[in-house]
């Protein structure tokens, strides 16, 4: 084991000094001033007076419960204590020396902006009282679309299928261009994002229209966009989940999935969008708990694969960058090796940051004793680190790792931010089906619509239940909506509620979710149909629904249940836009998967 060597001398020029005190407070750059970021040389020296404990801490990113650093809610304490032994994110890092947090809405990360920003400086304050006083890695799953932690007022972009049917680079750079700023002004400086996946199997439990799509190149270039995008705003980004999670039909977080593409497939399907996201700079890739057999014959999950991540990743795409394990909490990674060993393998598979362990103690001590014990080198721990601290320092974290609620102020959810969002989602917005020229709806002749449909939960996400929120659009462009909510799998006395509430009216637009094969939505839309009032179905998921609603008169893809894609949805139902969005998957026949009903690249105009 190497101590910490003593900081006498060194100190005279430490990579950040103290913070000064509040939000608006500067850290000073260890190296001479006129470096713009410390260099590699720099970082060695740091690395090398690190005590073990700290370069292990440097290599975990841990979720911790709270809005603050310090003083967070007694239910969020209480939960500290009972998953990781710590009350606070400060007594977290004092403890474990952590290179990095990762944020989520249900461990009460994300209140709002100036709580964020707050939060953020006071996890770096956290980090630079350590001894070698390195800042940390704040990260966040920030998608869009069906993925996003940081609700309104945030400027909330359609995800990546959407931004798929939209087909513009430009507007997918754009989007991450405004998301990392609005990220970055909270201090949170790493994305995990874009999905870099090919969703070609419509079946796919976890990816969907979390994928720009189906065709690889296609995917490739959307990804190269946002990763520009995000990172033209001074944050890291992050394509996930390599060698490419598209094809499974078993939810990795419950599950292990096995992928059985041949090696040329692979390199057909898979390999091209994590190559664009190379080519275009990527800081990040995530890894996926998935078996490749054509890629290691041992079957052991990519994320701890040694031919996947050094062999492939590493030595035949070139990436130097940051590897990142997805949550190793998943199931995915837990299924063949225990929690102790998962942590290590990965090290030696070539991870840098290993992500959200379930149990951090047993990961954490499972790396420190394994270098203790001669299995890991400690060589190897200041390889990864080196890479993460290269990263903080691209990112300008040695220099500034604090925020201000005025910087906040004048990048969150501003006008033109909410506005580009708007004319994005339109452009994405996809029209499949229109029966003798329904749409576009006017209130002149459809007055009273009926709206239906499932609410699947958006919390800090929405106005309001997705229903809500697609009537009170219709409202505002003159027509008269009432609104039922049926969910997703209405009773048939839901379903007799909807009928009778469809008496009278002129339209009814139905929200869906997922639709499959005899399900209670397809026998709600069914039902209202044999009314005879004009029925018109939103996906407000997977496109795939429409294949299982041909009662419908119209059918329109939104491709998420978020405000932006709805509102924009309704816009194209009532022209006030016109549907530009183009299929970026295909859509298979419901009673035939073998014939396509709708290729990629349709879609249909006014």
Same mark, same amino acid.
């Given at each position: 084991?190497?101590?910490?060597?003593?900081?006498?001398?060194?100190?005279?020029?430490? $990579?950040?000094?103290?913070?000064?005190?509040?939000?608006? &407070?500067?850290?000073?750059?260890?190296?001479?001033?006129?470096?713009?970021?410390?260099?590699?040389? *720099?970082?060695?020296?740091?690395?090398?007076?690190?005590?073990?404990?700290?370069?292990?801490?440097?290599?975990?990113?841990?979720?911790?419960?709270?809005?603050?650093?310090?003083?967070?809610?007694?239910?969020?304490?209480?939960?500290? $204590?009972?998953?990781?032994?710590?009350?606070?994110?400060?007594?977290?890092?004092?403890?474990?020396?952590?290179?990095?947090?990762?944020?989520?809405?249900?461990? +009460?990360?994300?209140?709002?902006?100036?709580?964020?920003?707050?939060?953020?400086?006071?996890?770096?304050?956290?980090?630079?009282?350590?001894? =070698?006083?390195?800042?940390?890695?704040?990260?966040?799953?920030?998608?869009?679309?069906?993925?996003?932690?940081?609700?309104?007022?945030?400027?909330?972009?359609?995800?990546?299928?959407?931004?798929?049917?939209?087909?513009?680079?430009?507007?997918?750079?754009?989007?991450?261009?405004?998301?990392?700023?609005?990220?970055?002004?909270?201090?949170?400086?790493?994305?995990? &994002?874009?999905?870099? @996946?090919?969703?070609?199997?419509?079946?796919?439990?976890?990816?969907?229209?979390?994928?720009?799509?189906?065709?690889?190149?296609?995917?490739?270039?959307?990804?190269?966009?946002?990763?520009?995008?995000?990172?033209?705003?001074?944050?890291?980004?992050?394509?996930? +989940?390599?060698?490419?999670?598209?094809?499974?039909?078993?939810?990795?977080?419950?599950?292990?999935?096995?992928?059985?593409?041949?090696?040329?497939?692979?390199?057909?399907?898979?390999?091209?969008?994590?190559?664009? *996201?190379?080519?275009?700079?990527?800081?990040?890739?995530?890894?996926?708990?998935?078996?490749?057999?054509?890629?290691?014959?041992?079957?052991?999950?990519?994320?701890? =694969?040694?031919?996947?991540?050094?062999?492939?990743?590493?030595?035949?795409?070139?990436?130097?960058?940051?590897?990142?394990? @997805? =949550?190793?909490?998943?199931?995915?990674?837990?299924?063949?090796?225990?929690?102790?060993?998962?942590?290590?393998?990965?090290?030696?598979?070539?991870?840098?940051?290993?992500?959200?362990?379930?149990?951090?103690?047993?990961?954490?001590?499972?790396?420190?004793?394994?270098?203790?014990?001669?299995?890991?080198?400690?060589?190897?721990?200041?390889?990864?680190?080196?890479?993460?601290?290269?990263?903080?320092?691209?990112?300008?974290?040695?220099?500034?790792?604090?925020?201000?609620?005025?910087?906040?102020?004048?990048?969150?959810?501003?006008?033109?931010?909410?506005?580009?969002?708007?004319?994005?989602?339109?452009?994405?917005?996809?029209?499949?089906?229109?029966?003798?020229?329904?749409?576009?709806?006017?209130?002149?002749?459809?007055?009273?619509?009926?709206?239906?449909?499932?609410?699947?939960?958006?919390? =800090?996400?929405?106005?309001?239940?997705?229903?809500?929120?697609?009537?009170?659009? $219709?409202?505002?462009?003159?027509?008269?909506?009432?609104?039922?909510?049926?969910?997703?799998?209405?009773?048939?006395?839901?379903?007799?509620?909807?009928?009778?509430?469809?008496?009278?009216?002129?339209? *009814?637009?139905?929200?869906?979710?997922?639709?499959?094969?005899?399900?209670?939505?397809?026998?709600?839309?069914?039902?209202?149909?044999?009314?005879?009032?004009?029925?018109?179905?939103?996906?407000?998921?997977?496109?795939?629904?429409?294949?299982?609603?041909?009662?419908?008169?119209?059918?329109?893809?939104?491709?998420?249940?978020?405000?932006?894609?709805?509102?924009?949805?309704?816009?194209?139902?009532?022209?006030?836009?016109?549907?530009?969005?183009?299929?970026?998957?295909?859509?298979?026949?419901?009673?035939?998967?073998?014939?396509?009903?709708?290729?990629?690249?349709?879609? $249909?105009?006014?």
């Amino acid at each position: 084991m190497r101590h910490r060597q003593s900081s006498k001398g060194f100190s005279r020029r430490t $990579l950040l000094a103290a913070a000064t005190a509040g939000v608006a &407070a500067t850290a000073l750059s260890a190296v001479p001033a006129q470096a713009s970021a410390p260099s590699d040389k *720099a970082l060695r020296k740091l690395i090398s007076g690190m005590s073990l404990e700290e370069k292990v801490g440097q290599l975990f990113v841990m979720r911790v419960y709270g809005h603050s650093a310090t003083a967070p809610d007694q239910a969020d304490i209480d939960a500290n $204590l009972k998953e990781i032994g710590v009350r606070t994110a400060a007594e977290l890092i004092d403890k474990y020396k952590l290179g990095g947090i990762i944020y989520f809405a249900w461990a +009460h990360n994300v209140r709002d902006p100036h709580q964020i920003a707050d939060l953020s400086n006071g996890i770096q304050k956290a980090g630079l009282r350590q001894p =070698s006083r390195v800042p940390l890695l704040i990260a966040t799953d920030q998608e869009h679309g069906i993925v996003c932690r940081v609700g309104k007022p945030a400027t909330l972009f359609p995800g990546a299928m959407a931004l798929g049917a939209g087909g513009s680079h430009a507007d997918a750079r754009k989007a991450g261009q405004i998301a990392g700023a609005e990220l970055r002004s909270v201090g949170i400086v790493q994305d995990y &994002a874009p999905d870099a @996946d090919v969703n070609v199997n419509p079946a796919n439990p976890v990816i969907g229209v979390r994928s720009f799509g189906a065709d690889p190149q296609a995917v490739a270039g959307m990804v190269a966009a946002q990763v520009k995008g995000y990172q033209s705003a001074g944050i890291a980004s992050t394509a996930k +989940h390599f060698p490419g999670h598209g094809d499974t039909a078993t939810d990795s977080h419950t599950g292990l999935p096995v992928i059985t593409h041949t090696r040329e497939q692979w390199e057909r399907l898979d390999k091209p969008s994590f190559e664009a *996201a190379i080519a275009a700079g990527i800081d990040s890739i995530m890894t996926a708990h998935i078996v490749v057999p054509a890629l290691d014959p041992a079957e052991d999950p990519a994320t701890l =694969s040694h031919p996947i991540l050094t062999g492939i990743l590493r030595e035949e795409l070139g990436y130097d960058g940051v590897v990142v394990t @997805d =949550s190793l909490g998943m199931e995915g990674v837990r299924t063949k090796y225990g929690d102790e060993r998962v942590p290590v393998l990965a090290l030696k598979a070539g991870v840098d940051q290993l992500l959200n362990p379930p149990k951090l103690d047993v990961s954490w001590n499972a790396v420190l004793n394994a270098v203790r014990g001669g299995e890991l080198a400690e060589a190897r721990l200041d390889e990864s680190i080196l890479r993460i601290l290269r990263l903080k320092a691209k990112l300008g974290l040695f220099k500034e790792p604090y925020v201000t609620h005025r910087g906040v102020d004048r990048t969150v959810g501003t006008a033109a931010h909410l506005a580009a969002a708007d004319r994005i989602a339109e452009r994405t917005t996809t029209l499949l089906v229109n029966k003798e020229g329904l749409l576009p709806l006017a209130p002149a002749t459809h007055k009273n619509v009926l709206v239906l449909g499932a609410n699947p939960a958006s919390p =800090s996400l929405s106005d309001g239940p997705p229903t809500t929120v697609i009537g009170a659009a $219709l409202t505002e462009l003159g027509f008269t909506a009432t609104v039922l909510a049926t969910g997703t799998a209405p009773s048939q006395a839901t379903i007799a509620q909807a009928v009778a509430a469809a008496q009278g009216k002129d339209a *009814a637009v139905i929200g869906t979710y997922n639709v499959g094969a005899g399900s209670a939505q397809q026998s709600l839309v069914n039902a209202v149909a044999a009314t005879g009032v004009p029925v018109v179905t939103l996906s407000m998921r997977n496109p795939y629904d429409v294949a299982q609603l041909g009662a419908s008169d119209a059918h329109v893809a939104a491709y998420s249940w978020i405000d932006v894609e709805l509102r924009a949805a309704v816009r194209v139902i009532a022209g006030e836009a016109e549907p530009r969005g183009k299929l970026p998957v295909p859509v298979q026949k419901a009673d035939d998967p073998t014939q396509v009903l709708y290729p990629i690249g349709y879609g $249909l105009t006014y």
